[in-house]
């Protein structure tokens, strides 16, 4: 049974550019969050995701930055325009949801470098 | 807002003794609390977990302990093996929310031999 996916696992881009970030959950599960941990920082949560739905994107900026979660395919982390700031490891985590919905199992992460 | 800390950013253990690590919260309404290990360029794990109904939690060699009246909980690790040397997150979140984790800065813990 196949972990969380993320991928590319790291990613450069320049100053203005867009960076998008997958993550395949894990087998049978349906709820995704996406959280950001910036250099010796711990992670923080951006959003909370089901199938179709954005349920919780109290974490997220409120520009630049975008995520959906398709009726098919992986779940996408969109930034657009980014900036050094948004250099960071970008963590997916996915959790079958129900009364087991905090059981959250994590990706490798996405690396992001912002030149 | 940190309303998780863990004001210890590193420990240093001997092998075999034991390793305690500790964790802060401010929020009152935190009623289940997870620590998570790392290791350099990996996801986290999860490790063990505690409701607030409880104040201890054991699983092999790894023991969460939870003082809700000081809002303080520490997860104790004997014995301590070198492969236990990682980061460890502390995390908490509230039944019946959406179930976002909130987590505490880390501790990296060195284990040596």
């Known amino acids: 049974n196949a972990g969380v ?31 950001r941990q910036l250099p ?22 409120k520009e630049r930055f975008s995520a959906e979660f398709p009726k098919e395919g992986p779940s996408i982390l969109r930034i657009q325009q980014v900036v050094r700031g948004d250099s960071a490891a970008y963590f997916c985590a996915s959790s079958a949801g129900g009364g087991s919905y905090y059981e959250q199992y994590f990706g490798p992460g996405t690396r992001l470098t912002v030149t | 807002d940190q309303q998780v800390k863990q004001n210890s950013p590193s420990l240093s253990v001997q092998e075999g003794r034991i390793s305690i690590l500790n964790c802060d919260y401010t929020n009152s309404m935190f009623d289940y ?38 809002k303080h909980l520490s997860l104790h690790i004997v014995p301590s093996q070198p492969g236990d040397s990682a980061v460890y997150f502390c995390a908490a979140t509230t039944s019946g929310n959406t179930g976002k984790l909130i987590f505490g800065q880390g501790t990296t813990l060195q284990v040596k031999p």
Not at chain 1, 8 to 28: D, F, I, N, Y
Not at chain 1, 40 to 61: A, C, H, R, T, W
């Open chain 1, 5 to 35: 996916m993320q991928n590319p696992r790291h990613l450069v881009r320049r100053r203005g550019q867009e960076a998008r970030l997958r993550c395949s959950p894990m087998k049978g599960h349906s709820h995704v969050y996406w959280y």
């Open chain 2, 33 to 70: 609390f997870l620590w998570y290990k790392k290791y350099p360029a990996e996801g986290p794990t999860f490790l063990i977990s505690i409701s607030s109904i409880k104040d201890k939690n054991e699983d092999g060699r790894f023991t969460v302990f939870l003082n809700k009246s000081a």
């Open chain 1, 40 to 61: 010796e920082e711990g992670l923080k949560f951006m959003v909370y995701l089901q199938k179709e739905n954005i349920i919780d994107e109290s974490g997220m900026p």
